[in-house]
């Protein structure tokens, strides 16, 4: 493992002139570095710092111009760290770890801080965004044409980048054109005939053809009249004539209630972030609201969940606990097996023994998926000659096969590992335990097995983690079925917590979008891996090398 | 079985360990089962457990049928036609999709890697010992976890930076190296401490810089273990399935994970051939990786906590 070799280094070479440090300086004086003199590394890092600043200070607009002011602070706070870092002398060691400590911040410690701040909201349908968006969409959403307005005569036109739009002439002669983004103007070159555009600079008007092939959007396409979602819209059934739509509510800014203009029945905010009425009637959409503990209360508490939560977590335990056993008692026998020096052809055992860790996890998830399908795999067409065993779709039967390919995926892991403490194991302990007099199995008991333990505990702990999240497997063999019949959620025998996050945040369309709930399981793992991990970081000797 | 054991056991080849014992051609045969002939015995077992899918699925992509029916029959036919299909499917698009992402990831999680470690390594600076403790602890946090916040991160991204939003590769890449110094910097650090000070020292009377250090010294040095991360790092980012399924979400910008899940979750009968053709493809470069540089994956898997 300590000498190099050639071709790679070469490989480390040819990364060179990818990182910002200047690197491939020619020797220098004593005294002098390419951060202060002017060599080429001097330059190639001023010209790296130039495009990094114009990168971020490009971000830094475009979220003032969307309005994300999150995004600029991050934005802002990243740029004054990358410049000081990098102009500075005192700042040498942030050199190199500010890179990868950007990735780490944005990437993993926020998100976690994130999943945090989501696990006490109503994030997901129905609460997407916040109050103002949607004030904005009930107002758009209960537009209805106004009784009694005049139809506009309208030629549909197409914008340059390929959005369609509204181009109608008004009472006094202007031409006025919008989109669904761009509100109606008026523009000064137009021209129009009969009370219909003929011409629109930037546009072009669509012939009869050229709508009917997009109909949909045409009859969907809703041209706000000024930037006041309360003005209304335009909007067109036949392509020819359009009316004023607007929209059935209010909303009253200074007291923060939707009125209905209908019948002025006065929706005011809930807790849960509606607009509800006196007698109980909510609108369609809400926004998010910091509800609390709420979240953890639904997991733990409500009878959708509550039961399944707990077989869930129950069998994630079971499934990690016995995922490591079985691979490492496994893994251990054929290191045993293995290690016996006068075995000729081991090494061609050994490399055939470990090609199923070689096999990316997800393709041998779904060719045991193939192999154990109940009526047309391999092990009940061929090898149980025809026998229909629910290998995938029985409760039991299930969890079984899920160990059992773990196991397959598994032990050559365990096997590696086995291999390499075995062979650590100093001779001269087995020798003086043999002068002693100490039998084969006193031998083992005393001296081969507390001193495998010691050496591979600490990865069996993080396999355990590991195993813990293996969304992958579970996910690709049985999806988490079958189904719990007991629950209208989408969860099931084999779900283990990770997959029941993946079902309840509804981002696999099964379910609606429920963020804050699938965040607070998160958290509810994320607190059980760190128990375990914590175990695991007490017995290793990782932080005394830190001195 | 038999003869296959004694044809391995009296085949030449030189003695690997360094004990020396009677040759096994001198042992009395019962002698000879019970301390080396059961080992052949369990070894062909497990070798036919370990690669038995592993030939199934071989034989299923060549099988002329692309039903999982017509695959039972190992090695009925013979034939190209799965092969051949793919090249009317998106197959190539998300293996090229697949390496791009997983090419870049490795690449980038080495550089931040190695230049954390070195950092931590070779200079002695307030901060260092809370930032070691806090990488050990960060490390215990799996990233996928958060899955859902990372959708709800690229969603407020994707207005701001388009190129940052979801369905888009630059941000998967972007979230993967996120996790890059977490898990990565402390199998090296490890590493970076066996290569011996003086050599730095060294170099630093002769006149060069901490930059010509890290590239010119440090980095040959330690080059077996940035291949482990490399390596580690594209095949499990080869593998990752749960962050690429939520973020990538139209069919051109998938990768093998997601895009092989989609035929075979919905229509497992129909495109099962498909699938193993598929397969073998995919797999083939990760296991010749695998298998050439066993050697390095070896140590550093072990590097990491196993001492002695």
Redesign the interface.
Known sequence: ??T??PP??E???A??P??R?????R?????????RDFGP?FLVKLALMALINALGVW?VL??WN?G?Y??LAGMVVILLAVNIVYFSRRT??????L???I??F???????V??VF?AFTN?GDGHNSTKQDAVEFLLIDNERRVEGSDAYQVSVVEQDGGALGLAVVTGSGDVRVGTAEEPLRTVEDGTASDGRVTEVPGFTILERGAILERADEVTELRVPLSEDPEEGSLRTQDARNAYVFRSALEYDESEGVMRSLVDGTVYSPSEDGFFVSPDGEQLSVGWRVVVGAENFVTAFSDQRYAEPFVKILLWTFAFAFLSVVTTFLLGL??AI??N????????I?R??????????????A??????L?RR???VN??LLNGAEIPWLTDPTLAKLSIIGVNL?LGF??MF??CT??LQ?IPEDLTEAAKIDGAGRIRMWRSITLPLLLV??G??LI?SF?FNF?N??LV??LT?GGPRFTDTSAPLGHTDIL?TM??SV?G?DGSAPRD?GL??AL?IV??II??TI??LA?RR????E??? | MATQTSTVTTGRGTPTGGTTTAKPARMKPGRYLSELGWRHVVGVIGVVYAAFPLVYVFSAALSDQGTLTGSNEMFGTLSTANFEALNDTRFWTWVYNTLLIATITAIGTVLMGAAAAYAFSRFRFTGRRVGLTALLIIQMFPQMLAFVAIFLLLIALGPVVPALGLNSKLAVICVYLGGALGVNTFLMYGFFNTVPRELDEAAKIDGASHAQIYWTIILRLVAPILAVVALLSFISTFGEFIIARVLLQSESNWTLAVGLYGWVSDLLEAQWGLFAAGAVISAVPVLLLFLFLQRYIVGGLTAGSVKG
């Open positions: 493992m300590s190099p070799h790679q280094v490989a480390a070479d990364m060179a990818g990182d440090t200047p690197g491939r300086a020797p220098r004086r004593s005294g002098t570095s390419p951060a590394g971000i475009a979220a969307v994300s999150g995004i040498l060691p942030m050199k190199y770890i890179p990868g400590l990735f780490l944005a990437f993993q410690i926020f998100v976690v994130y999943t989501v994030y026998f054929f097996t293995f016996d020096p006068r075995l000729r052809g081991r090494k055992y490399t055939l023994l470990i090609l199923p860790y070689a096999m990316p996890g997800f393709l041998a779904l060719l045991w998926a193939g192999l399908n047309f795999g391999f067409a061929v397959w050559p892991y590696l590992i390499g403490a650590a050496s591979t600490p990865l993080s983690a999240n969304f992958t996910y690709m999806q990770i996050i993946y945040s981002l963020y699938a965040s998160s793992v994320f891996v760190a991990s914590a970081f290793t000797r990782q932080l090398e830190i001195n």
